[in-house]
């Protein structure tokens, strides 16, 4: 099983205290005898529906010395991560978490831009002090306005 990435911790209590059950930890996947494993698997009730919307985290702390190079491999593993999930669990819907300094950095600059207004990657984006979510990129799952919480 891969190590857990620094910012693992964070991102689990964050998505607790938003109302999240994790269900997994971490979330596996299994492709013809190979394992996948995403960091974490969570779903949240909708009271109005009595339904509950299904997710899937994988956490990047983006310290590596690149930043892009950091933003290669995230997006890489996201794009196998949800063809993976499209066949396996095609309920849950896929988010990279991402501390907030990653946010200020790297995705609100041109590349970053970029990679959002493509859709490539949907964004979780925490505050690890607080361990808080400060944003989804580009909506909570099950909420109704597309701006985020």
């Not at 970053?112 to 990129?137: N, Q, S």
């Amino acid at each position: 099983m891969p190590a857990k990435d620094k910012l693992h911790g964070a991102v689990r209590e964050a998505l607790i205290r938003d109302g999240w059950t994790i269900t997994d930890d971490p979330l596996r996947l299994k492709v013809q005898g190979r394992q996948l494993y995403v960091d974490l698997g969570a779903e949240r009730l909708l009271a109005a529906e009595r339904d509950a919307v299904t997710i899937a985290v994988e956490v990047k702390s983006f310290l590596g010395p690149s930043d892009v190079r950091d933003l290669e491999e995230a997006l890489g593993q996201f794009a196998l991560y949800e063809l993976v999930l499209r066949e396996a669990e095609p309920q849950r819907t896929l988010f990279l978490a991402v501390p907030e300094k990653s946010w200020r950095t790297i995705f609100s600059d041109a590349l970053g831009e970029l990679v959002l207004r493509a859709r490539a990657v949907r964004l979780v984006v925490i505050d690890p002090t607080t361990e808080v979510i400060t944003r989804w990129i580009p909506s909570k799952p099950g909420a109704a306005s597309s701006n985020g919480p």
